[in-house]
């Protein structure tokens, strides 16, 4: 789909842009053994992003069409009959089973933010409000089915959701990462970057969040980079150079050279910095890459 066409569908606002994470995603996610590999965490990952947010957002009730599970598939870029993703969103499956979303007949048909709040948080408009009055019927026709309720967004942890305490990401916000819906749409509008790109995007976003502020960028070799992300490094490196080629992301050559003979003490990884979604671009642009030389050529460079 054309983010245009999710938008539509969608009927997207820019005041419903800024949506957050659990930063303890990436971790639950690349530590759970369930999951086949690291194409299957990526998915997860953009699968809980977008069923949080249309939660939050309220979208069930407000979207032009039901939005089932094989609408969600195509948002993701997902084909309908493609089965090998259902043991990680179905009920009871493994992203319920780790905490992160319940299947539930009932879901906000609106959202308003309350007053009364040193801290302005959501209050949901559920349509099981509706019950025993004339709207029923409607609602019932018309929505029919199951919806993902959006655990993390509620409760952080099993104790406060066995304590109905909600301190999840919808009610306090603390440890998470910011993704605006623009950058979703962007990625999984375009085949080339989909919700894998959009993983390790959110990826590098969180560890800026923790090493911007001092560096403005994240240092990491590509190597270290596939250890955390559970991509393999051939993939990695086709999708940095994808990310890099939309401007979605910057390198910062810390080794404007590379070569085996480098001392490994003279070694340094490059920084990724991510850029905000109004500097992406529709069309690939080249971008700087380190020179490489081979050993004879290194060594003679050392000696001018």
Known sequence: M?????????????????????NEIFKDLQSEPSIKNANHIAFCYSYYYLTSWLYRQAKYQESKEALTQDVLRGILGVGK?????DYLIKKNGVMEAIGYLETVSDYPYAVELSTDKPVAEPNFHMISEFK?????????????????FPVKGFYRS????????????????????LIPFEV????????????????????????????????????????????????PQTSLERLLDVLK?????????NMPVVSVAVPKSERKANGYKVNHHSLFTTKMITYEKAKRMTKGEYL????K
């Open 300 to 303: 003679k460079s050392q000696t």
């Open 245 to 253: 080629s939309f401007n979605m992301i910057e390198t910062v050559l």
């Open 2 to 22: 054309t983010s245009e066409e999710i938008k539509t569908l969608l009927q997207y606002s820019e005041r419903q842009s800024n949506h957050i994470l659990p």
């Open 132 to 148: 025993g009055m004339e709207l029923e019927e409607y609602f019932k026709n018309q929505r029919n089915f199951k919806v993902k």
């Open 158 to 177: 099993r104790e406060s959701y066995e304590d109905n305490h909600e301190d999840g990401t919808f009610f306090d916000a603390y440890d998470f990462h």
């Open 81 to 85: 009959k493609t089965q090998a993703y």
């Open 184 to 231: 979703f749409l962007f990625c999984v509008s375009n085949s080339k970057i989909g919700y894998k790109g959009f993983y390790l995007y959110g990826y590098l976003r969180h560890m800026n969040d923790i090493y911007g502020p001092q560096k403005g960028r994240y240092d990491v070799s590509v190597v270290n980079l596939s250890k955390e992300t559970k991509i």
